[in-house]
């Protein structure tokens, strides 16, 4: 059998999207041989299939709300209810505040925002609290380092 007579009945076997060449014509095909592939079954391991083990979980979803205490509640929380601003101005004080974040200004107003050490008035105005912790007693006042 010549190369041209094989590659005609592979042609006429195979239907797949195959492009075939005619530059087989100028090969010479008296010295070309198909020879048919060797057996690699020799160097194949033979993989034994595993027995798999399944194991489902049922889980449930349950969402529990922890009480509010003081190690739960958010930094900016604290900061909200260390400025004694009336509650009803929460979302103008959380206002100012991203504001203050976001801004790229340092002068003592800024820093005193960022900071948290504002409140919101009753009649809307901002009032710059002072740096020092004014909720302690006048004992623990007149105890601190003034000096440092």
């Given at each position: 059998m010549s190369i041209q007579e094989f590659v005609r009945q592979l042609k006429a076997v195979d239907d797949s999207t195959v492009v075939w060449s005619d530059q087989l014509s100028e090969v010479d095909s008296d010295h070309l041989q198909i020879s048919?592939?060797?057996?690699n079954a020799a160097n194949v391991d033979v993989l034994q299939e595993k027995e798999s083990t399944k194991i489902t979980l049922?889980?449930?979803?349950?969402?529990?709300?922890?009480p509010k205490t003081e190690a739960n509640i958010s930094a900016v929380e604290q900061l909200f209810l260390a400025s004694h601003t009336a509650t009803d101005k929460k979302a103008i004080w959380l206002d100012y505040y991203e504001k203050a974040k976001k801004s790229k200004k340092t002068n003592s107003v800024a820093n005193s925002m960022r900071a948290g050490r504002f409140m919101i008035t009753d009649d809307d105005?901002?009032?710059i609290l002072p740096q020092y912790d004014v909720t302690k007693s006048t004992a623990d006042i007149l105890k601190d380092k003034w000096l440092k």
């Open positions: 048919p592939p060797e057996s049922n889980l449930t979803k349950t969402a529990t709300v922890p105005k901002i009032l």
